[in-house]
T-cell receptor, first 116, second 110 residues
């Protein structure tokens, strides 16, 4: 079965360090989403791309977060500098948006990030 | 902003009992999707509802979309231990972004 692959699965680092999370979407999917999940805030959309172009990053703290899609097989989410409040599970999801937006999203296993 | 409210936040049921979670939006939705997340796992797509008043079934799960396309429900008949997890609704407000509800965490008492 095709699946979304995220690396690393777990990351523990000290505050102030740069964190890079990577996502390989399902081959053929043209839309990639980044979500953050915490107990307090639930699932929050941070940013999403279609055909590698960023469409919306309004959910992302832009002073420290950046999202890119250098090619169709790789999406990255970076935090620099990291802070303890960034501790969360970060999910990448991909989907196919063709003529209709009504397509399910396929989630990766997530990156569990802990900032000490 | 566009929000999707989901209740209850938690539900504990005896195995074999029924379970229902409700999703509400203040504005009309284009469609609604339901996802299930097992403990420690990731959200997994269950179903999508598009039409006003639509009802879909998957074995013991029944999904409904309200006539006004502002609310939805998921009902599980005779719960089993495999139903444990958090159930999320996610609404589409006419664009490509899904807005996820807060989720209902279901625990089963054997």
């Amino acid at each position: 079965d095709a699946r979304v692959t995220q690396t690393p699965r777990h990351k523990v680092t000290e505050m102030g360090q740069e964190v890079t999370m990577r996502c390989q979407p399902i081959l053929g999917h043209n839309t990639v989403f980044w979500y953050r999940q915490t107990m307090m805030q639930g699932l929050e959309l941070l940013a999403y791309f279609r055909n590698r172009a960023p469409l919306d990053d309004s959910g992302m703290p832009k002073d420290r977060f950046s999202a890119e899609m250098p090619d169709a097989t790789l999406a990255t989410l970076k935090i620099q500098p990291s802070e303890p409040r960034d501790s969360a599970v970060y999910f990448c999801a991909s989907g196919t948006i063709l003529t209709s937006p009504n397509q399910p999203q396929h989630f990766g296993d997530g990156t569990r990030l802990s900032i000490l | 902003g566009q929000q999707v409210m989901q209740i209850p936040q938690y539900q504990h049921v005896q195995e074999g009992e029924d379970f229902t979670t409700y999703c509400n939006s203040s504005t009309t939705l284009s469609n609604i999707q339901w996802y299930k997340q097992r403990p420690g796992g990731h959200p997994v797509f269950l179903i999508q509802l598009v039409k006003s008043g639509e009802v879909k079934k998957q074995k013991r799960l029944t999904f409904q979309f309200g006539e006004a396309k502002k609310n939805s429900s998921l009902h599980i008949t005779a719960t089993q231990t495999t139903d444990v997890g958090t159930y999320f609704c996610a609404g589409l407000f006419g664009n490509e972004k899904l807005t996820f509800g807060t989720g209902t965490r279901l625990t089963i008492i054997p």
